[in-house]
């Protein structure tokens, strides 16, 4: 197996490939990158299948959209991951072919909720889930350490001692460690139980990055023209949660808000369907159509989603213009089809 970081920096790009049938894959791309991956693949006469991101990255913008409309290659993430475009959704055990390759999904959430482990011939790509001698934050919009612990116990240190750990991030000059190194001498997790790890992650007291407003939901919506001002994070913390079997109990008693989906068109008919009587209006085009709801300004809105991510920065924004009664659907439509609620296709 061909296996090379690409970027020589603090973020970890993996260019993989099958060195009988020269297909490749590349996980966590850099936006900024895309040519010199790109470049690099054909100096090596690969041909990109898929584009992997391990998670919804917020320190910098995923180079997986611009990539996929460069090449042929497919974007691949973890069924929770909130961007449209993604035309491969995995979950834990799933296998990706990359022509003799057999890449496993292992789910490692917790740093976000879309987080995923790439395991391979010898190696594991862990995202930010485990890093070496470190772990990813889980103080981020859907973080949960819980998670996190059990993730790095139960799917990445249950694999062979020697398999080399990759990670998404190294901030100290690491290139390699393996999950026995890593399960010995981790310093967040090595020998701390759960609790003790949720304590710990509970009082890192970081700082936020400087670029989390723009890469976050740059990423998590596949709009990175700049043409969109993305609300900050006490803005998003301020909207009000909607809870499927809430809205459902509404619409059954004939007392529905008004429901509108900030997906993409082809989405609104993929295979979760929509809401009965939702309006589709896409994120990136609210901004510039809020007029014309102009007469719901007073009365209760809804706004839908995948994953209930988009849609949560959907009400920012309409909450911004001056909306009074603006709710996000929890979860989005992958909770709203997990409970069985009716969909239209
Ligand atoms: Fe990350």
Redesign the pocket.
Known sequence: MFCRELNRGKCKTYLLACERTRRAVLIDPLKENSGRYIAVAAYHGFRLDYLIDT?T???HRSGTFDLADLTDAKVVMERHAPAPHVALHVTNGDVIEVGDLRIKVLSTPG?TPDGISLAVDGRVFTG?ALLIGGT?RADFPGGDAGQQYDGIMNALFTLPDDTVVLP?HDYRGNHSSTIGIEKASNPRVAGHTRAQYIDLMANLGLALPDKIQEALQANQSAIDDDSLKFPDLTQLNAIRQTSPSELNARIKAGNAPAIIDVREQDEYKDELGHLPGSRLIPLRVLPAKAAELDNLKGSEIVLVCRSGVRSTTAAAILTGLGFEHVSNLKGGMLEWNEAGLPVDR
């Open positions: 998670h990255h917020a320190d740093h930010d990813g998404a």
